[in-house]
């Protein structure tokens, strides 16, 4: 995939707006989910405001796996996330 995500950090908006909870970026929202303000609702918000922090983290994960720290399984399952992340399939 050659383009490139929306520059981090992504923070969940304070205020659910006409029924959208906004993801925001530096320079502005980047997706709003549509809400009920339910526990899982916000959990699901967190987690996508989190995904370039999360992608940066296993790119340095995967550094660290190519220098033979990381097993094989767990190595795979990085990848596979990151794959995930971007847009591709995972294994």
Do not use: Y
Not at 16 to 39: H, K, R, W, Y
Not at 54 to 83: M, N, P, Q, W, Y
Request: charged share 20%; net charge negative; hydrophobic share 50%.
């Amino acid at each position: 995939m050659s383009a490139k995500h929306t520059q981090g950090p992504w923070r969940v908006s304070g205020a659910a707006l006409d029924g959208f909870i906004p993801i925001m970026a530096p320079g502005g929202v980047i997706v709003a989910l549509l809400s009920t303000l339910s526990s899982e609702t916000i959990a699901n918000a967190c987690l996508i405001a989190a995904a370039p922090e999360l992608l940066e983290a296993l790119s340095e994960f995967i550094t660290s796996a190519d220098a033979g720290h990381v097993s094989v399984e767990t190595d795979r399952k990085a990848r596979a996330a990151i794959a995930k992340a971007e847009g591709g399939l995972s294994k």
